[in-house]
């Protein structure tokens, strides 16, 4: 995996990305512009297309947001492979994993068209404008947003009475769940490891009790906290609990967790999205820190499909 600088590919990945301690740090997009109502970028159908893999999780939440809303006639997607290799995230000729939109060979690809040439990590999420031949975003955060806001005057998924309490989810979500399991995985020391996993489970643990009462994280309604949070919970027990090596307990140890994800994956659009072989593919690809080898487990299964306790309303 490479990195882009003034829009050329360096398959030589210079970027540390753990600071002195050992402690996992995250690149910051630097792509970000919005979709709106009254900009440049109008949410028009089939203006805009995604670049996506089903194994990312920062991915997954924009794949949410599309699929909730119905919004998949009106964005397309191209999906890469769930391995990467060093010209990092690519694509097939043909076939599930090839790029209808600019049959491109690699995601890299699509940076290189960037005016001025960009300088970064390439990593999807990537929303593309197809009417400048430019990005718009390569920030999951903000595509989920402008999807739930642009995309749907309603705002079902970003109601204002609510939207300072889902970003109050969103923020302890991100730092302690979504990146706290790679903050775990990719930590280059025991200290670094012991504070992310501690911090990881004392969130779980926090949100297991705040479900007990409530059906989803807001509101008793599908918000977009639920589509942060959810991409973590359908990775964990079988890439995150043993690759990442947050095993203190599983999604299925938490009785309260595990029924609100299960509820989560009868909401119309979610289950499509959920793929756990190719979660394992990708968090069990080759690498020399973490699984020199690339054998990929069998277990453990996941019945995703057992009926949960709780229902959330469609949107
Ligand atoms: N801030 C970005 C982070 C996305 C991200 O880290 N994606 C990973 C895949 S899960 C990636 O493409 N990594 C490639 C790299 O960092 O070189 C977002 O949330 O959109």
Redesign the pocket.
Known sequence: ???MINGTYDVN?PAP?TDASGAYE????TLRNWITTDGSYLPQAGRYHLFV?W?????HRTLLARAVLNLTEAVSISIAKPR?TDQ??VFDTSGAYSDPELSAHA?HEVYARQTPGYTG?????VLWDKDTEQIVS????D?TRMLALAFDPARRLVPKAHEAEIDGWNTLIHSRINNGVYRAGFARSQEAYDSAVTDLFAALDEIEDHLKTRTTLVGDTLTEADLRLFPTLARFDVAYHYAFKCNLKKLSDYPNLWDYARALYTVPGIAKTVKPDIYKAGYFSPSELRNPLGIIPTGPHVNWTEPPDRTIPPL
């Open positions: 995996m490479g990195v990945d990305n995250r690149a910051k997009s893999a194994n990312c999780p920062w991915a990467r990092g995230w995601v990590r390439i990593t999807v999420p390569n920030e999951s955060a595509i």
